[in-house]
C-alpha cells in the first residue's frame, strides 16, 4: 500500500532562533539551509522578515540560494507583514508565506484585544495579501491548543475559502497531552469543509517534554506535515525535534502510514552544525543525535549487539550520519583542497580575501592539530565570518599564567573601534582573569549568563569550543570561540558576543 508523504517543515532558523542567545548571523543561516537542503526538508522557515532588516535580507538570501527546498517567511495577519515576506520570498525557486493570528479567548482578549469576528476578517485579509505573491499560503491558528473547538473550525473555514493550502494546529505553550491533541485533529479534519483540499500540519511546543509525542499522534490523527527544528531547538523548552520525527516514522515503518523525503545520514551533521551555530550543546543522551546515543556501556548489551546488533539496537549509527565525518585535511593540503572541501560543507566564500585569511588560519590550526576535521573547518570559518568588517573588539596578543599558590594572571592587548589597548588582571582562574582583563577595557556592563566548554572533537590536541553568554539591557547574546588553548578560546568567545551586542547600532560603550 502507498504511503501519504509527510511533510517535514523545519522551522530551526526562524523558532529555534528565538532559544535565548542563538541569534544567528546570515552567513550562519545560509550554511544551515544549505544543509537542511542537502538533507532533503520539504519547507525551510528562513525567518521573520518582518522583524528587521537583518532577517528580511537573511530570508532573501536564503530564497536566492535555495532551489530544491520550500523557503518560507513567517508575518503576522497584517499587510505590512506579509508585503514584508513577499518581497523577501520573492527570488524562491518555491515561496511560501506563513501568515498567523492568535485564536485562543486569552490571546483574543488580552493580547490582540479583537473580537472573534474580528480575528476572522484579519485571517481572511492575511490570506488574500498573502496570495498577492503565492498561491502557497499557509495559516496558522496561534494558540490552536487552547482555543475552542468550534471557533477554529470556523476561522479554518474561512481561510480555506480565501486559498489558504496549508492550515496550522500549533501547539504553542505546550499544553496539550497525546491522546488530546490527536482527537483535535481528527475533529477539525472530519468538521470543516473541504478540509481535503488542505494539508493539515502540526506545530508542538516541548513545555510538558511532549512536543514529539503530540505531533506523532497528530500525524496518527490525519496531520500531514510537521513543523519541527533541529536539536529540537526553539524558545523555552524548544520544538519538536526533527530527528526524532523522521526517525520514529522511518523506524516504525509498521506503525505509521506515512513516509519522508529525508535523507537520514545528513542529520547528525546537521545537529553538529545548528549546535556549533547557535552554541547549544546537544546533552549526551539525546536520542538519534547524542554522543550516547549508539554506545553501550553494559557488558550484557555489548555481548547482545556483537552477537546480532538488533538485540539492543532499533536503528544503524550509519544511517543517521554517525560514522560519516572524515578526516579530511592536514598541514600538506593546498588552498584548492580546502576549498572544495569548504564547499562540500555548504560555506560559502565571499571573496579571494576571505579565502586567504581563511587559508592562513587554517595553515594555523594544522601546525598545532595534526588532524583536521568537518567540526574543525566549521568552527574555524564561524570564527572568521562571525564579525565580517566591523569587528570593533578584537583580540590581538594574550599571555596567560597560572601556578600553584599564586594568583593567576591574564594580559590582553585588544583593538577597540581599531585603536590598541592593553592590560592585566588578575582572578580566580586564568579564565576569570583574561574576562576581568577584557572588561577592564571595554567596560561593557554586561552580565556573565552562561561559560560552556566542549570539546569539537576527539584527542587531547582537539580544539575547545567556548560558548559565553551575555546579558546587558533586556539583550542576549551566545558567543563561540575555538582554539587548541581553552583560554584563549574564552577569550575569543567573549569578544565576540560583546561584537554582536555592539552590532546593530547598540553600542556597548560611547566612548569606544
Not at 570564527?383 to 597560572?402: G, K, N, Q, Y
Request: charged content about 25%.
Amino acid at each position: 500500500m502507498k504511503k501519504d508523504p509527510l511533510i517535514i517543515f523545519d522551522t530551526t532558523l526562524r523558532d529555534g532562533e528565538q532559544s535565548p542567545g542563538a541569534s544567528m548571523s546570515r552567513d550562519d543561516k545560509l550554511r544551515i539551509a544549505r544543509q537542511l537542503e542537502r538533507m532533503r526538508v520539504d519547507v525551510i522557515e528562513a525567518g521573520f522578515a518582518a522583524a528587521s532588516n537583518g532577517d528580511f535580507d537573511s530570508v532573501r538570501s536564503i530564497a536566492e540560494a535555495i532551489r530544491e527546498s520550500t523557503v518560507c517567511s513567517l508575518a503576522r495577519a497584517n499587510e505590512n507583514d506579509i508585503r514584508r515576506a513577499g518581497e523577501a520570498i520573492r527570488p524562491a525557486a518555491r515561496g511560501r508565506i506563513h501568515t498567523f493570528i492568535a485564536t485562543s479567548p486569552i490571546h483574543m482578549e488580552k493580547k490582540l484585544r479583537m473580537t472573534p469576528d474580528e480575528v476572522v476578517a484579519q485571517a481572511v485579509k492575511a490570506v488574500g495579501w498573502a496570495r498577492e505573491y503565492t498561491d502557497d499560503v499557509e495559516f496558522s491558528a496561534e494558540d490552536a491548543g487552547r482555543s475552542e473547538i468550534d471557533f477554529l473550525c470556523r476561522i479554518f473555514e474561512e481561510v480555506i475559502r480565501a486559498g489558504a493550502r496549508t492550515i496550522n494546529v500549533p501547539d504553542t505553550v505546550g499544553y496539550n497531552v497525546p491522546e488530546q491533541y490527536a482527537a483535535t485533529i481528527r475533529t477539525l479534519i472530519e468538521r470543516v469543509p473541504n478540509s481535503d483540499q488542505v494539508i493539515w500540519s502540526v506545530h508542538c511546543h516541548n513545555d510538558l517534554g511532549l512536543a514529539v509525542s503530540n505531533s506523532l499522534a497528530a500525524v496518527m490523527a490525519g496531520a500531514r506535515q510537521v513543523e519541527c527544528t533541529i536539536n529540537g531547538l526553539g524558545e523555552r523548552a524548544g520544538n519538536a525535534s526533527l530527528e526524532e520525527i523522521v526517525m520514529a516514522v522511518r523506524t516504525r515503518a509498521d506503525v505509521f502510514p506515512v513516509e519522508t523525503r529525508i535523507d537520514t545520514t545528513q542529520i547528525v551533521p546537521a545537529s553538529k552544525l545548528v549546535s556549533q551555530v547557535t552554541g547549544y550543546p546537544v546533552q549526551p543522551n539525546k536520542a538519534i543525535v547524542g554522543a550516547n546515543a549508539f554506545a553501550h556501556e553494559s557488558g550484557i548489551h555489548q555481548d547482545g549487539v556483537l552477537k546480532h546488533r538488533e538485540t539492543y539496537e532499533i536503528m544503524r549509527a550509519e544511517d543517521v550520519g554517525w560514522g560519516a565525518n572524515k578526516l579530511v585535511l592536514g598541514k600538506h593540503s593546498g588552498r584548492n583542497a580546502f576549498r572544495a572541501r569548504l564547499q562540500e560543507l555548504g560555506i560559502t566564500i565571499g571573496s579571494e580575501e576571505q579565502l586567504n585569511n581563511a587559508f592562513a588560519r587554517f595553515k594555523e590550526l594544522a601546525d598545532k592539530k595534526h588532524e583536521i576535521f568537518d567540526e574543525d573547518l566549521h568552527a574555524l570559518m564561524r570564527d572568521e565570518s562571525v564579525t565580517p568588517e566591523a569587528e570593533h573588539f578584537r583580540l590581538i596578543a594574550s599571555r596567560f599564567h597560572s601556578e600553584t599558590g599564586e594568583k593567576p594572571q591574564a594580559e590582553i592587548t585588544l583593538t577597540v573601534g581599531g585603536s590598541e589597548q592593553s592590560t592585566c588582571a588578575e582572578g580566580s582562574g586564568p579564565v576569570d582573569a583574561a574576562f576581568k582583563a577584557i572588561e577592564s577595557i571595554v567596560d561593557s556592563g554586561c552580565e556573565l549568563l552562561l561559560y560552556s566548554v566542549n570539546a569539537i572533537t576527539t584527542g587531547t590536541d582537539a580544539q575547545g569550543e567556548v560558548t559565553v553568554r551575555l546579558a546587558r539591557q533586556g539583550r542576549v547574546m551566545d558567543g563561540q570561540g575555538a582554539d587548541t588553548d581553552i583560554i584563549v578560546a574564552s577569550a575569543k568567545a567573549y569578544l565576540n558576543a560583546l561584537n554582536k551586542l555592539h552590532g546593530g547600532g547598540h553600542k556597548l560603550n560611547p566612548q569606544v
